[in-house]
């Protein structure tokens, strides 16, 4: 999906001047690196270092699901993805996201810095080299997007454990303990809460339960251990 049209049939023939590396040449037609998995030359292994000569046959896999990280699946989104950053929380996924946009130098830096994945369906922000990871994420809809995450990158699921609004981690909150930030009826209708350690920021089972529960089933059919325990949400 990556390639020109023209490119998307059989093998094609790249010119090269000798000194481009195989990633450079990869990324020239289209395709990050990040959703490159193994390269090969004449059919062995090589690094997206090797320097491609005339003649060369070469091969250009997908990454491998569930795909190895360097470190714990931790993900950074950009301003495009919220939709995908609150169900990721939602499953418990450390999920970073950034709303105002804070620009593709700031975000690959906080990358590196934080070491987190960064999701985007930014091709461009995807080829920085300060990258620590990255991720192609390719639908528009949230719950593919969610799907192609979980799929991609394997996390451990703790659903209702993270704030949807800040990432932050949830804690079981007594009534009497947060009775000032409810409204008559949530105080009289409800007893279950929960709080974010970092925000504030209350939740109980509230008007969206059911809709946030299938989500979280869904997910843990396909991709957790068990079935979900029964949370305090908004």
Known sequence: MFLPAARRIGRSMVRTDGAATLGHLVESLGVPLTEVGELLAD?????????????????VRGVTRPQPLPGPPRFLLDVHLGTLARRLRLLGIDAAYE???????????RSAAE?????SR????L????????GYVYSHRPEEQLRDVLSRFA??????????SCNGQLRQAAKATVQEQLEDGTERSYDAFARCA?????YWRGAHHARLTAIVDEALGEFGPGRPTQPARP
């Open 198 to 202: 970092d925000c504030g920021q209350v």
């Open 43 to 59: 059919g062995r292994p090589v690094p997206a270092g090797h320097l491609p000569r005339h003649g060369e046959q070469i091969s």
């Open 155 to 164: 996390p451990p699921l703790a659903p209702w454990t993270r704030c949807t």
């Open 127 to 134: 080829r920085r080299r300060e990258l620590w990871a990255g």
């Open 115 to 119: 070491q987190r994945v960064l999701l």
């Open 99 to 109: 709303n105002p946009d804070i620009g593709d130098a700031a975000l690959a830096a």
């Open 122 to 125: 930014d091709r461009g922000l």
